[in-house]
């Protein structure tokens, strides 16, 4: 009869022990604070950034809360963020939501979000001029869009991502050009 009972408490607790599983990792809280955030109040700071070139990937986001096509695909970004993070990768959204809405639209949009990834904010109005400048194709003021960069090989995807899957597609395809 005691057998029987470490049986049955065993296997009952055996679903308990499959929650612990390594998918369902124990993340770094989100609580966003307006300090917190990286700011760039002109492309020309943020530009050398973009042009990194060592042994990380760098996915650029280029992204605002007012899209509905970015917030879309934010969890995209997030799930990418989850599955590289001990990798050489970096995610980083770049926020081009306007200046007066930064405490008041964007922190609350991030932490009610949970987003892990790295946020930049870029306030530079003069988007005609700087977008070329991140890829030559980006001339219709378009977001989202994104941009994959490493060791020099680059990657530019205009609009929004329609799944997970070709996001990772193109992450894989920089990583792996030579």
Known sequence: MLLLFWLMTGLLSLPACK??????????????????LRYFTGFPQLEPLLKLNNDTTYVFNFWATWCKPCVKELPLFEKAWRETRNEPVKIVLISLDFPNETEQKLVPFLNAHA??????????????????????????????????????????????YPDYQTLMEDLTKVQQAR
């Not at 929650?19 to 609580?31: D, G, I």
């Open 115 to 160: 987003l892990h990834p790295e946020i930049w904010v870029l306030y530079d109005s003069d988007i005609y001029s700087w977008m070329p400048k991140v890829d030559e194709t980006w001339i219709d003021s378009s977001i989202p869009a994104t941009l994959i960069r490493r060791n020099g090989k680059r990657l530019f995807h205009s609009g929004a």
């Open 19 to 36: 929650q612990n599983t390594a998918h369902e990792e124990n993340l770094p809280p989100v609580h966003y604070k307006a300090e917190d």
